[in-house]
């Protein structure tokens, strides 16, 4: 009998599950339903909370024994061995494929069919406890909201509950309302976005719209006939002892007020920190000042 039943039990089929192994990490992406969803909102199979992701990024359906087909509903690109498969665009998928979640390599995955494991199933959450999780969830959410200078909760942190005497992990994704951090994420990209460039146009601005004789953006730009531009208090100053140019040291034939250079910069002060704006207004007040006690000697 025992000789018989080993024989059934070798005869059984083995049943396969699809598995994304993250290419960077080697995370694993178990899908276990039919039809498993992707995205960045709560309603999903599997939650990535990422600017990147789509709400709903993508859908893995099961057609076949073994066979799995998945869909591209995201407005960044779902790609699968390098190729996008484009909105609303159905791919067939094999083991091996490697399958992308937008353009971020971060969130590359190869499509595996791996053994299903007989494992004992979880125990179910009792619905009280879920409730006062669900409750705290909602309640952190509003603080975030009220007091967006605090930092945002690390995304990845699991909540523990503890059934029985025994530690019970529930991942974010498991649960059911998990806390969408979408706005907050995009405000934050934005933020960063505003900051980048600020800092690009401040670098520009210092390297080349300053004066080689101050080290300072500028103050009525005058250009020299060699090309080369300073501030005209500078270069008049700089012309009463030598007579040619601080940078090449040709000759000073001729100067030139260069009023586009004075309008560009002007413009773009107003969107540089508030206490460059208070540095330049008095290096002006001082040259003024300076220049009406030469006038008046």
């Known amino acids: ?26 995370e694993r992406i178990n899908i276990d339903k039919n039809e498993f969803k992707i995205g960045r909102a709560r309603d999903n199979d599997e939650i990535i909370l990422d600017v990147m992701i789509s709400r709903r990024h993508c859908i893995f359906r099961c057609i076949g024994q073994n066979e799995w087909t998945l869909k591209d509903l995201s407005s960044s690109g779902t790609f699968v061995n390098g190729n996008t498969i484009g909105p609303g665009e159905v791919q067939n998928v094999r083991p091996g494929d490697t399958i992308q979640f937008s353009p971020n390599e971060t969130f590359r995955y190869v499509f595996t069919l791996t053994e299903k494991e007989h494992c004992v199933k979880k125990a179910r959450i009792d619905e009280k406890i879920l409730d006062t999780v669900l409750v705290k969830q909602r309640t952190f959410a509003k603080n ?16 523990f509950l503890n059934l029985n005497g025994d530690q019970f992990e529930v ?8 806390i969408d951090l979408t706005e907050i994420n995009q405000n934050i990209l934005e933020t960063n976005i505003n900051e980048n460039i600020l800092g690009k146009v401040s670098n520009i601005m210092d390297e080349q719209l300053t004066c080689a004789i101050c080290s300072e953006l500028f103050i009525k730009a005058t250009t020299l006939n060699c090309a080369h531009t ?11 002892k030598q007579k040619n140019c601080p940078v090449c040291r040709k000759p000073v034939i001729s ?32 040259r003024k000042v300076l ?4 006038r008046m000697y």
């Open 1 to 26: 009998m025992e000789h018989s039943k080993r024989t059934l039990s070798d005869e059984e089929p083995k049943i396969l599950e699809p598995v994304l192994i993250k290419t960077v990490t080697n």
């Open 144 to 159: 975030q909201e009220l007091n967006t200078s605090g930092e945002i909760a690390s995304t990845s942190e699991c909540i």
């Open 171 to 178: 991942p974010q994704y498991e649960i059911i309302d998990t």
């Open 230 to 240: 300073f501030c005209h208090h500078c270069i008049n100053s700089w012309n009463k």
């Open 255 to 286: 100067m030139i007020r260069s009023l586009v250079l004075d309008n560009f910069i002007e413009s773009m002060i107003d969107n540089l920190p508030t206490e460059l704006k208070n540095r330049r207004k008095e290096i002006i007040q001082d």
């Open 291 to 294: 220049t009406t006690k030469k």
